[in-house]
């Protein structure tokens, strides 16, 4: 528990060039020690669903970022997301978004509507995803 916790708070705040490091360190810190893999099948294939709906390519590196933004998100209260232009932070957001809800409808009670809040649509305000009392900014 303690070494999944580990890494669903840190590996999406790495870049590239950090996670190999991140990983011999844990390796070293707890070795022979394997991480429990989660099973995301249901969220994966409303990923996979939002992403074509909202007309994108499903692409193993988009599907990362928003399972990472879901794994973060339900271990803290808030998150921030920030990237250069077109690195696809609103892609990731509004895709969770879609997925969470598509599966909150389908009467899987395991996931929460996700609204957009309406202050957040002006120009230069990020965008406030409320899932019950919690938001993304």
């Known amino acids: ?7 669903d708070m840190n590996i999406a705040k790495l870049t590239s060039i950090d996670l190999p490091l991140f990983n011999a360190i844990v ?15 249901k969220l994966k294939e409303a990923i996979e669903t939002a992403l074509g709906e909202l007309g994108y390519i499903v692409t193993e ?18 998150v921030m ?8 932070k609103t892609v990731a957001w509004r895709t969770l978004q879609a997925a969470l809800s598509a599966l909150h409808k ?19 305000k990020p965008p406030c995803l ?3 009392r919690f938001f993304f900014s």
């Open 1 to 7: 528990v303690l070494l999944l916790s580990m890494k």
């Open 27 to 41: 390796q070293d810190l707890f070795p022979g020690v394997e991480t429990p893999v989660l099973d995301y099948g």
């Open 61 to 78: 590196f988009t599907m990362t970022k928003v399972i990472q933004l879901h794994e973060t998100k339900s271990s803290r209260h808030s």
């Open 81 to 88: 997301i920030v990237g250069k232009t077109g690195s696809g």
């Open 106 to 124: 389908s009467g899987d009670i395991n996931y929460n509507l996700v609204k957009v809040s309406e202050r957040a649509a002006g120009p230069r």
């Open 130 to 132: 409320f899932q019950q």
